[in-house]
């Protein structure tokens, strides 16, 4: 059972235009999610951070999106840059369980010069 | 520097050999957690710790051991490899529970023939 989800694999955008990336959640227990991204040959580092409390986060380029009646959780890059390009994934946890961290399958970003 | 160090970056071995995994982090983390990475899966966790000599399962914990004897080390152990366990391993390491910014290491690449 998927409790998050990323439905796109792949996602193609041109240098300077805004990504989109989206994430879907089924556990309603989840109140803190993540999004991490991963370049080739190496770990996922964390990007931002958005608590069920908020429904927007911003950092620099970054901004999380989050609609908790929608289960839905966006990821907005803009402008879009050539160093963007990577694997995206999503993340949640629910602080007061096991505290884990589940992953979304990825979606994998290529930003065209 | 900060880092999450896992030994050896690759590794091919035949079924049923023996096999460890190394982790070790310099940050002082209390949490840390083993994840394997699949094609359309994502990241999957096998076990975790939340201190010293406290681990638990994750949930694809079939097939693997650990052991948490020091704060900084959480190694993999694979007693009995299987073609199944083939995968992209990961080590990660947190401050506290509840997902903050999760440092990985920069992954095992296990192929069992």
């Known amino acids: 059972d998927q409790q998050v989800k990323q439905n796109s694999p792949s996602l193609s955008v041109q240098e300077g235009r805004i990504s989109i990336l989206n994430c879907d959640y089924t556990n309603s227990m989840f109140d803190y999610f993540l999004w991490y991204k991963k370049y080739p040959a190496e770990g996922p580092t964390f990007l931002i951070s958005?608590?069920?409390?908020?429904d927007k986060n911003e950092d620099g380029r970054f901004t999380v999106f989050l609609n908790k009646s929608a289960k839905h959780l966006s990821l907005h890059i803009v402008p879009s840059q050539p160093g963007d390009s990577a694997v995206y994934f999503c993340a949640a946890s629910a602080r007061f369980g096991n505290e884990k961290l589940t992953f979304g399958t990825g979606t994998r970003l290529t930003i065209i010069p | 520097e900060a880092q999450v160090t896992q030994n050896p970056r690759y590794l091919i071995t035949v079924t049923g050999k023996k096999l460890t995994v190394t982790c070790s982090q310099n940050?002082?983390?209390?949490?840390m957690s083993w994840y394997r990475q699949d094609p359309g899966l994502g990241l999957r966790q096998i076990y975790y710790?939340?201190?010293?000599?406290?681990?638990d399962k994750g949930d694809v914990p079939e097939g693997y051991k650990v052991s948490r004897k020091e704060k900084r080390n959480f190694p993999l152990i694979l007693e009995s490899p299987s073609p199944n366990q083939t995968s992209l391993y990961f080590c990660?390491?947190?401050?506290?529970?509840?997902?903050?910014?999760?440092?990985f290491g920069s992954g095992t690449r296990l192929t069992v023939v």
């Open positions: 990660a390491s947190s401050l506290s529970t509840g997902g903050y910014g999760y440092t």
């Open positions: 958005i608590s069920s409390i908020k």
């Open positions: 710790s939340m201190n010293v000599e406290v681990t």
């Open positions: 940050m002082n983390h209390e949490y």
